[in-house]
């Protein structure tokens, strides 16, 4: 075992050389043991020795007494030999080798906590090695630390990489999809080829039929396509409502204004509001006629019997079967589209007829309603067939104005 003292370490050395602790450098270089055996009366090997007797390890020597000696058994130090002892401008070193069966803990010749396997001590060296160590730990740590920036940096890019795929996928299905202008194209189409086959009488009577092929033979005329000619019958058109477009429709005041109600709105419940509503509506037709204005007064007086008409019959609506409840329905609807109508400025157009469906053939139909801005209104009660014969006419007029068209290219 190496031992490396400086001045505090060599005078530590002197003094046990005075207790006769420590063997002479001499002792060393003739090859004794500096180390020393301490041995009580029963320790085995000391020959009879006493407690207080110090044994030295040196051949051919007795063993001596010493003030100092421990008051109990003999205690065996490791023993070593080849004990040098040197100079050097750091101070005294002591160095010792093991004999064969010891070991120094895996350090070698010298003992050394910073740096094994090395000989004599160096503190420069230690102190270079020491600092060589924190600069390997300091490079160590920015090469993780740049390592977790490069793993950052990778994130950041993944996450704009799904940033700009959820964006392409976005803007794919946005021109996939189709525009609004193109879904009315698309269902106006779905309406127009509805139109021409046999459409749902709920189609007819409400109008959408009508429309349809209305709006495509208007089209067509204002390009110059021009259909055959399909003549209409007078009667037919008289009971053919029209309208602005408002919502209005003025289809249950075209008798002066006298109405025609259902039976299932005759009942005593509905019997209050439906003679005001019976004494009002004509009285206020024959002011449109004269082009008047009508009172607001009165307009407030006869929707607010048309709202009781309509809470009785919502407060009724056990009393009567499914298909009484939806004629009453049906009727107080047109009611209500009649007054929506008698409030546009120019309803007196209505009465005075400058505001109908006139012609002798289709395309004059056509014609005059979209000069007009014009489009049909849904069909009153009695008024079903009317709607019926037209549909038919219009269908007959836009098959011939189909094959005019393919002709032509």
């Known amino acids: 075992m190496r031992f490396t003292l400086g001045r505090f370490a060599a005078a530590a050395l002197a003094g046990l050389t005075g207790l006769g602790l420590a063997a002479s450098p001499a002792a060393a270089q003739n090859g004794q043991n500096p180390n020393f055996r301490v041995g009580g009366p029963s320790a085995p090997g000391s020959g009879g020795r006493q407690m207080g007797q110090v044994q030295t390890n040196t051949p ?54 910073y740096y094994p396997g090395t000989g004599n001590y160096d503190p420069l060296g230690g102190y270079l090695r020491g600092v060589a160590d924190v600069t390997t730990a300091n490079g160590q740590y920015q090469v993780l630390i740049q390592q977790a920036r490069i793993a950052q940096a990778q994130a950041d890019l993944f996450k704009l990489d799904v940033r700009r795929r959820i964006f392409d996928e976005a803007r794919y299905e946005r021109m996939m999809m189709p ?32 429309n349809s092929l209305f709006d495509y033979a208007a089209g067509q005329l204002a ?20 309208t ?5 429709n003025i289809g249950l005041l075209k ?12 009942g005593p419940e509905f019997e209050a509001a439906r003679k005001r509503l019976s004494q009002s509506l004509p009285a206020v037709v024959k ?6 204005a009508v009172d607001p007064g009165t307009l407030r007086d006869m929707q607010a019997d048309l709202n009781r008409l309509n809470d009785a019959l919502t407060r ?50 056509i014609k005059n309603m979209a000069d007009q801005g014009l489009r049909f209104a849904p069909a009153t009660p009695g008024d079903e067939y009317a709607y019926r014969a037209l549909q038919q006419a219009l269908a007959a007029y836009d098959a011939g104005l189909t094959q005019v068209i393919a002709e032509r290219k």
Do not use: C, H
Not at 255 to 266: A, F, I, N, R, Y
Not at 287 to 292: E, I, R, S, T
Not at 348 to 365: I, R
């Open 244 to 248: 602005t477009g408002t919502g209005g």
């Open 316 to 365: 009724n609506v056990g009393d009567l079967a499914p298909s009484q409840y939806i004629e009453a329905k049906r009727y107080i609807n047109q009611l209500e589209d009649a007054l929506k109508a008698l409030q546009d400025p120019n309803v007196a157009n209505y009465f005075t007829q400058k505001w109908s469906a006139n012609g002798k053939t289709v395309a004059e139909l």
């Open 60 to 113: 051919g020597t007795a063993p001596s007494t010493s003030p100092y000696a421990p008051p109990y058994p003999a205690l065996q130090t490791t023993p070593f030999s080849n004990v040098n002892a040197t100079t050097s401008p750091y101070g005294t070193v002591v160095t010792s080798t093991p004999p064969n069966g010891y070991s120094n803990g895996g350090y070698g010749g010298g003992y050394n906590p």
């Open 223 to 242: 390009k110059g396509n021009r259909g055959p000619g399909v003549q209409l019958d007078p009667d037919i058109l008289k009971r053919i409502n029209v």
């Open 179 to 210: 525009t609004p202008e193109e879904i009315r194209i698309a269902e106006r189409n779905v309406s127009l080829n509805q139109a021409r086959r046999d459409p749902p009488v709920t189609e007819i009577w409400s109008g959408r039929a009508l």
């Open 255 to 266: 008798d002066d204004g006298k109405l025609q109600w259902p039976l299932s709105l005759q």
């Open 287 to 292: 002011q449109m006629k004269f082009d008047n």
